[in-house]
């Protein structure tokens, strides 16, 4: 009888725990880019998996579906407004830069909202609206999870979610692109290999980066790549207990052979003849900005680990024939 007391006792206690943990989670949400939505039952959807967060939006003021998003639960600050294309560099896909200025732009609202209200956050999360999420509930699903400090959690720069310190690293993207990513699409840059060898590689596209090919070919990237599309279409046919293992897994070739050369990778010199799977202008005299590879640079080059997390799911494959407004709603 003492014995079922005790571990009564200690169920109630975990039960406490579970319950503290849950209402104590505070989440901020960033969302930007074109304010995509399929018509009003989406917003209602995204509406219900925001419920409880503290919603930031940055999207261009021409879109429609601007004034539906403001309206949605808990909208702290928002900004319809333009980045300055003028300080953008002559790249090919220079569009790919916008998401960027506007996360920013958009975490630039978070902290002076944090800074004014003195508010802590546990998560701060960026999202998309033409993405698919594997959860009702942002706040279920984050209160759940172990949530570790310097790791991105991510798919791709789709979307991602850490702690506020790694989130205000990534929110750096915008200008360090400028400074430095848009100029070395062609260049091999001494990379953190530690940090790779403990991040999921099917996160963050890592097999676009350059790699010295004295020590990495490119049948170990091209590996890695053919894992990364069989891992795009596990993400919305199998479990995902399934897909976060193969996550796990993934790109061992890749590491097989890091791990090789890790001593002499890691003395690599900047500028040595590389290798990469990342596409790039044919016009040496316009480089090309690639958006997912800058962000593999990014949170390398920042010792920064990238998780896949099994809230992310691929983009809606009609995405770009979504109706432009929401009749009814605004």
Request: aromatic fraction near 10%; proline fraction near 4%.
């Amino acid at each position: 009888m003492e014995v079922r007391r005790l571990l009564l006792f200690a169920f109630c206690g975990l039960l406490l725990q579970v319950f503290s943990l849950v209402s104590c989670t505070q989440i901020a949400v960033i969302i930007t880019g074109q304010l995509r939505l399929r018509n009003a039952a989406h917003l209602r959807q995204l509406q219900k998996v925001l419920t409880g967060a503290d919603v930031f939006i940055c999207g261009p003021k021409i879109s429609p579906n601007a004034h539906s998003m403001i309206n949605l639960t808990k909208v702290v600050a928002f900004s319809l407004d333009d980045p300055d294309v003028s300080l953008f560099p002559n790249v090919s896909n220079v569009n790919r830069l916008i998401q960027w200025a506007r996360l920013s732009q958009c975490h630039s609202l978070l902290e002076e909202h944090v800074s004014q209200q003195a508010v802590q956050y546990d998560v701060v999360v960026k999202l998309r609206t033409d993405e698919m999420l594997h959860t009702d509930r942002l706040m279920d699903f984050l209160s759940r999870s172990q949530i570790e400090e310097n790791t991105l959690y991510c798919l791709t720069d789709w979307g991602f979610y850490g702690k506020p310190k790694t989130m205000r690293v990534i929110s750096q993207m915008y200008t360090e692109s400028l400074r430095t990513y848009v100029s070395v699409q062609t260049e091999y840059v001494p990379l953190d290999y530690g940090s790779l060898l403990q991040s999921d590689l099917m996160a963050a596209n890592f097999w676009w980066l350059r790699f010295p090919d004295e020590y990495i070919s490119l049948g170990d990237l091209r590996k890695a790549h053919k894992e990364s599309n069989k891992f795009r279409r596990l993400i919305s046919t199998c479990k995902q207990s399934i897909v976060r293992s193969f996550a796990a897994q993934s790109g061992s070739r890749l590491k097989k052979s890091i791990r090789r050369s890790f001593l002499k990778l890691q003395r690599a010199k900047a500028n040595s003849t590389s290798v990469t799977l990342a596409p790039f202008a044919v016009d040496p005299g316009t480089p090309y900005y690639s958006s997912e590879k800058s962000l593999a640079l990014h949170l390398n080059v920042n010792g920064i680990v990238a998780k896949y997390s099994t809230i992310f799911g691929t983009l809606y494959r009609d995405r770009k024939q979504f109706p432009l407004g929401l009749p009814g709603i605004g």
